[in-house]
Structures are given as C-alpha cells and as structure tokens.
C-alpha cells in the first residue's frame, strides 16, 4: 500500500512515518507546508528509504495537492496536518481555521476526486483516516467518566473547536459523497522529536537551561498521557484494519495532573542529568505558577475499549517509561533541539514562556 501522510514533518506525523518505513511493508508520501513545527530531521533514518518521498506542499493548495495525488497514486491518506497548539489558537486563531478547517476541506474534495477516477478494485480498497483529538469534547468535570466516541462535542479552545469542525466534515464527506474514511481522536500524545512549545518538551528544556518551569494555575488539570510511538501504531493498525465510517479513540490509560507531571520530569533530570545549572539547587524549585489560559479543560480521559476490543490495539509503553525515554531523548539529541529553538520558536516562547 502507498500512504500519503499529511503534516509527515510533525511530530505525531513523522513519528507514523518512523512506523511505517520500519515496521511494514507500506510506502509513504509525505506532504508537508514545513511551518515552524514541521522539521525533516525528525523523520530519521526513514527519510533515506526507497519506500519513502517528500512533497512540499500546503494542503490548501488544491493545484499542488491533485498534482501530488496524479504523480503519486496513493492507495490511502492519513491526515495530520494541522496547527495543533492550544495558546497559539488563542492569540491567532486564523491560521487554525485556515489549516485545520479550510485545509481538510480542500483536501477532502482533492481525495474525492481522485478516488472516483480510481478503478472499482482500487476504489473499493481506499481509506481517507482524518487524525484528530479529545479535545473535541471539551472537558470532564470531576475525577470520574471518560469520553468515548458517543460522547458529545463541546470544543473549548479555537483550537478544539477548529478540529471539531474537520472531524465533522471528514464525517460529512463520507455521508454525503461515500468517501472511505476513518476517524481517530487521541489523548495528549508525548515523546521523541516533540516541538518544545508543549508541555513536557518545554520543561525539560527550561529545566536544562535554569529557565522557569511554568505551570498553568495550580496545576491541577488533568491529562490522559499517550506515548507517540504506541499513537502510531495505534493509526496504521486502524488505516489496515478499521471499519469504514468508524470512530476510535485512542487514549494511554495514564490520566497525571500537570503538576504532578512537571515533578516527575525534575525527579527524572535529578537522576540522569544531576549536574545543575548554574544557580540553581534542584529543579524543582524553577517551578513558576503563572495565570491560567483562557477556557483552560480541567480534565481529559479516554476510553480505549473499542480500539483495545476490536482491532487488538493496546499501548506498551507505561507513563513511567514512555517519559524516561522522553526525557533521555532530549539529553541526547542536542542537534535536533538546537536545529528547532530557533526563529519563529524563540521570538514565541521568549515572549510567552520566559525563554530566551
């Protein structure tokens, strides 16, 4: 099978790609604008393979996109392009309706296109799998209850609200025109090759800097943490084996608090990074509560039973050592942090982090 992966430079995206060039037989196409998060030197050593090629490409350029489906010919599309951060929504939410809204749109309309030309076999076999989040449903009030695909949406952020609004054409397009397609929505995903604007990323390299630790109101809000490597697995096992017009949510069973999880990261940089900035005594103590975001979700929890139950799906990795070897990889790969905390990066979290 040949995968066209939109957003293949990102970091749920390039980590698919790792996946696919590693462990299947598939060959992938990857179309990437490359904005600011989008880096090709998170793709590895799967950048070199023969199964693998590289389309610069906005995927609100409807031109440029049916040109790369004719010099292609794919037999599937995984769609992760999007503007994914929540604070970026908040002061700019025009690109996030530009990507996330008008972007699917003129994709959906470019694969449906192109599958109607394909023979009835090829048609019959096509998938159209539109990656999305549980931040669609809003928030979860109180410790107990998880979403589930029934659960309805109730977007908080611009952002959310962008993605609620693809899951819904995505969803459109199969009723109305028979698209093929798939729909997956994930807890927060974490691990390898993360763009530091995130949470877990960005303490860890405060931290390594003597930089502050910043924590949204008291950190209480509650997470359901995914290591991007099981995510991964998780999308190419639904492209292969889900049901047409079906919805799966993905989630690590590993719900943390923020604070809870910027502790653990200090306590993980005492043991494998011991040596401290200067000035500072422990990590901990970098620690920063700063003003809670606007429309901030207090909780969000997944349940993965129908993925678990009907496609054999579940996460290997614990939140114990999905984020040792998290943060390991950032100890380790001072090139790829140095090639990403530049520019459009540094100029953002300089003047909403506290960093430099």
């Known amino acids: 099978m040949k995968i066209l992966v939109t957003g293949g430079a990102g970091f749920i995206g390039s980590a698919v790609i790792r996946h696919l060039i590693a462990d299947t037989d598939h060959a992938v196409v990857n179309v990437d604008k490359l904005t600011y998060a989008g880096n090709l030197a998170s793709l590895g050593e799967a950048a070199q393979s023969d199964r693998y090629a590289f389309e610069q490409v906005d995927i609100g350029d409807a031109d440029a996109l049916r040109a790369v489906f ?7 599309v995984m769609h992760l392009a999007a503007e994914s951060h929540v604070d970026r929504s908040i002061h700019g939410p025009a690109d996030f309706i530009q990507t996330n809204l008008v972007g699917t749109g003129v994709l959906l309309e470019v694969a449906r296109s192109y599958c109607e030309t394909l023979p009835a076999e090829r048609r019959a076999a096509f998938r159209f799998h ?10 979860l009030e109180g410790p107990e209850g998880l979403f589930t695909e029934d659960t309805p949406y109730a977007p908080s952020s611009p952002y959310s609200a962008s993605k ?102 200090c306590a993980l940089l005492e043991e494998l990074a011991p040596a401290h900035p200067d000035g500072v005594a422990r990590y901990a103590d970098l620690i920063t509560y700063v003003k809670d975001r606007p429309g901030h979700d207090l909780r969000y929890a997944i349940d993965a039973g129908k993925i678990e139950r009907e496609l054999g799906w579940r996460p290997r990795e614990t939140f114990e050592s999905g984020l040792r070897k998290t943060v390991q990889w950032y100890l380790d790969n001072d090139a790829w942090v140095e090639g990403v905390t530049s520019g459009a990066y540094r100029e953002w979290t300089s003047h909403h982090y506290g960093m430099d």
Request: with cysteine; hydrophobic share 35%; net charge negative.
């Open 164 to 265: 609620a609004g693809s899951d819904h054409l995505v969803r459109a397009w199969h009723r109305t025109f028979g698209l093929p397609v798939l729909v997956t929505n994930c807890s927060n995903n974490y691990g390898p090759c993360h763009f530091p604007e995130k949470l877990i990323p960005l303490i860890i390299l405060n931290a390594r800097a003597g930089k502050p630790l910043p924590v949204y109101g008291d950190g209480s809000q509650v997470r359901d943490w995914l290591y991007v490597e099981d995510h991964a697995r998780a999308l190419v096992t639904v492209l292969e084996s889900g049901t047409v017009g079906e919805t799966y949510n993905i989630g690590g069973h590993n719900e943390h608090r923020n604070l809870e999880v910027v502790e653990r990261i």
């Open 70 to 76: 004719d010099r292609h010919a794919p037999d599937a």
């Open 130 to 139: 539109h990656v999305s989040t549980d931040e669609v449903y809003g928030d």
